[in-house]
């Protein structure tokens, strides 16, 4: 992932205690196809066109973990679970603040408190936390 410089790699989502998070772009569930090595069980080499039997053509692959961009020539698997790309790590968590606009619209000139009548506009959500390991571009 290229994140060796600032302490964050592919396992830190794995070795974070309850009150740390991680924070992902994209984080998704469902089946998707990873880079594997040639002698992994089930692995599938990408190949331009005609694929048969262990070869999967590379129009084939659509959705990929972790920003994976399948050439021609590797090796994936197909997998079924959460995939994403952390971008960052906290050491106390997160919290999340969502703020509703809520407005009641005016009848015939007149505000009136009308059950049912309330607009209920996109709310405003604000996340923060402490960083402690980050993407490079970040």
Known sequence: MGLQNHGMTEKTSES?????????????F???YERCEAGTEGAKEVVETGATGEKIAI???KTVANGYIPKVGDYVIST???YG???AATTDGI??????EIITPEIDG?????EGAHIKNP???KITGNVTEFQPHL
């Open 95 to 100: 919290k999340l603040n969502i703020e509703e």
């Open 16 to 28: 974070y205690m309850f009150s740390a998070a991680v924070l992902y772009n994209g984080l998704s």
């Open 123 to 125: 709310g405003t959500a």
């Open 85 to 87: 790309r952390p971008y």
């Open 59 to 61: 129009a084939d692959i």
């Open 80 to 82: 079924t679970g959460w």
């Open 30 to 32: 469902g089946e998707h």
């Open 110 to 114: 007149v505000i009136v408190e009308a």
